[in-house]
Nanobody
Framework: QVQLVESGGGLVQPGASLRLSCAPS??????????MGWYRQAPGKQRELVAL???????NYADSVKGRFTISRDNDKNTMYLQMNSLKPEDTAVYYC?????????WGQGTQVTVSS
């Protein structure tokens, strides 16, 4: 079964930038045909939607990341990205990608983002 694979996380200092990538593990989903989203889950908290991009490339962001994060999609590579700038300690979480609304069988392992000085 196809899963979505996230990469690009890491340990960074406050104010730094990271770019996350999301791609399918095999064939079976074409990102451009779906509304896709980036989600995150911090320790002890519920998973939350951070950003989404529609098939028409309309984007929307959670208030907490608006102006700092940018979601994008490369249709040729069938890959989605999340550019994260001006990272804050409260951005620390495991980041996941999925369609929106999410489907359980697409959840991958996520990628850990830790923002700490």
């Amino acid at each position: 079964q196809v899963q979505l694979v996230e990469s690009g996380g890491g340990l960074v200092q406050p104010g730094a930038s990271l770019r996350l990538s999301c791609a399918p593990s095999g064939i079976g989903i074409i990102f451009s045909m779906h509304t896709m989203g980036w989600y995150r889950q911090a320790p002890g908290k519920q998973r939350e939607l951070v950003a989404l991009i529609t098939s028409g490339k309309t984007t929307n962001y959670a208030d907490s990341v608006k102006g700092r994060f940018t979601i994008s999609r490369d249709n040729d590579k069938n890959t989605m990205y999340l550019q994260m700038n001006s990272l804050k300690p409260e951005d620390t979480a495991v980041y996941y990608c999925n369609v929106n609304p999410p489907l359980s069988h697409y959840w991958g392992q996520g990628t850990q983002v830790t923002v700490s000085s």
